[in-house]
């Protein structure tokens, strides 16, 4: 797809990868997929391939980080130099740390972190494979690496965007649509708390198209959620299904 | 004043468990007085208490608590241990020696090295400080021989079983001893390493399918099994 498309919309309504407005891209989620890391998770969201890993609660070090009266959470949002198509410089990049940040603190939110004053959890996030909206699916396999490590959380975060492609309002930008398209909103979200956890948008919207895409962007991530909490069950089922089988 | 769970349900973090005048137990947490999940786990009621016991957590030191833990560093006037813990112990020298700590005469490495595992129970923890070990009661202190395994500190009661029933059938069976470190790690100590071996499968197999029921009787099967194969194998 390097020449640009005329349309992004076809007359039936329907967008390049054959998906309608409304329509999610296939999503598969893993947990517990690392075996060294204390949790961790995998997601398949489009073309997207996610690894997200947790260590701790422990102590932090550098010491001097830490908090006398909550946990600190750091977190590296990272590209793999085979990521995207043109290869991409291991080192972090301006919008990498800025991801690294706005995924920080959409996860915190979730979080009791009053509870360990003086620890620290790292929450690695590694693109292998980047097709557009990586930070919502980041954001979702960051939350389930944090659930599986056994860290107390309000909600399960769940993230997923909305954008303006050809003056249509879409559901979950993939990268051409990302790119060429009006504007951009991701959502994150703690579906049964209903607190938006992350809310960006770059690009134009007049206001009624942008309520409509967060709506819209709300849903998603309700489907997602769906899913997400689906994936963490399986790991725990699998064996009692296994046992029962015996 | 609903719930919305079935016993022994698995719940994820965020789930709404109960409405109204319920209470909050482990793993729980109260928010505009509806009660949700807090971490991954199976929901109990008891009582008006709504309980999560977790499937995958760490330890938080508690006072009383027995440990074992591993020595990190040898210091001025003690040892710093680590007990598997988001914060490190420390363990002071007048404790382990039961006389004053004099610098001049005593060398602490003596005593203590690092890579040492010791058996400590909690002395004292809270917000502000670091937990302190003492070693000062029977049955504590140095290990010097057995084999060391580590499963997820919330699968522990389950290990020990109701009243202690299944821990007791693993060293009935092994002819093992078995200390449980309430932070998820275990000593076994057997007459031989197939023994201490077959033990640490069977714990093993606990902790995989602990959310799971009938499990005393699979273990005890398991044990009867592996146990009949270790005398064929010695008789031949």
């Known amino acids: ?246 | 004043m609903p719930t919305f769970f079935e016993k022994k349900q698995v719940v994820t973090p965020g789930e709404l468990l109960a409405e109204g005048d319920y209470l909050i137990g482990e793993n729980t947490y109260m928010e505009e007085n509806k009660i949700y999940a807090s971490r991954i786990g199976l929901v109990d009621l008891d009582n008006k208490r709504v309980n999560v016991v977790a499937l995958r957590a760490f330890y938080v030191p508690k006072m009383g608590d027995i440990v074992i833990g591993t020595v990190k560093e040898v210091g001025f006037n003690g040892w710093t241990v680590d007990i598997k813990a988001p914060y490190t112990a420390l363990l002071r020298a007048s404790d382990v020696l039961s006389r004053p700590f004099k610098p001049q005469n005593d060398e602490l490495s003596q005593v203590l090295n690092g890579g040492d595992l010791i058996v400590a129970k909690i002395a004292s923890y809270d917000r502000a400080h670091d937990p302190q070990l003492t070693v000062g009661e029977p049955g504590l202190g140095k290990i010097t021989r057995g084999q060391i395994m580590q499963v997820t500190p919330t699968k522990i009661p389950r290990v020990i079983g109701r009243k202690g029933s299944m821990i007791s059938m693993i060293k009935q069976e092994t002819g093992c001893q078995i200390i449980l470190g309430l932070n998820g790690v275990i000593l076994v100590t057997g007459k031989s390493p197939e023994f201490e071996e077959l033990a640490m499968a069977a714990i093993k197999k606990i902790e995989e399918e602990s959310h799971t029921s009938g499990l005393t009787d699979r273990i005890t099967q398991l044990l009867k099994e592996e146990k009949a194969k270790l005398e064929e194998n010695k008789n031949e």
């Open chain 1, 1 to 246: 797809m390097n020449e640009k498309p005329e349309k992004l919309i076809d007359k039936k309504g329907l967008r390049l990868d054959g998906r309608k407005a409304d329509e999610l891209r296939p999503l598969k989620l893993e947990v517990g997929v690392l075996a060294n890391a204390d949790g961790s998770a995998y997601i398949e969201h489009g073309k997207n391939k996610i690894l997200a890993a947790v260590f701790g609660p422990k102590e932090m070090h550098p010491k001097h980080l830490s908090l006398p009266d909550r946990m600190v959470i750091r977190c590296r949002y990272h590209m793999a130099p085979f990521s995207v198509q043109e290869r991409k410089s291991p080192a972090p990049s301006r919008r990498e740390v800025e991801l690294s940040k706005v995924i920080r603190e959409s996860l915190e939110a979730s979080l009791f972190v009053e509870l360990y004053p003086r620890t620290g959890i790292d929450v690695f996030i590694e693109v292998l494979q980047a097709d557009g909206g990586t930070r919502c699916a980041s954001i979702t396999a960051a939350s389930l690496a944090i659930a599986d490590a056994g860290i107390p959380m309000r909600d399960l975060v769940v993230a997923c965007a909305a954008g303006k492609v050809d003056d249509t309002v879409v559901l979950d930008l993939f990268d051409v649509e990302d790119k060429l398209g009006a504007a951009d909103v991701p959502v994150a979200l703690m579906p049964n708390l209903n607190a938006v956890t992350l809310l960006q948008m770059d690009g134009i919207l007049t206001p009624e198209e942008f309520e409509k895409a967060v709506s819209m962007a709300m849903e998603g991530c309700k489907q997602i959620y769906v899913m997400q909490k689906e994936a963490l069950k399986t790991k725990y089922m699998a064996i009692k299904e296994e046992v029962e089988e015996e």
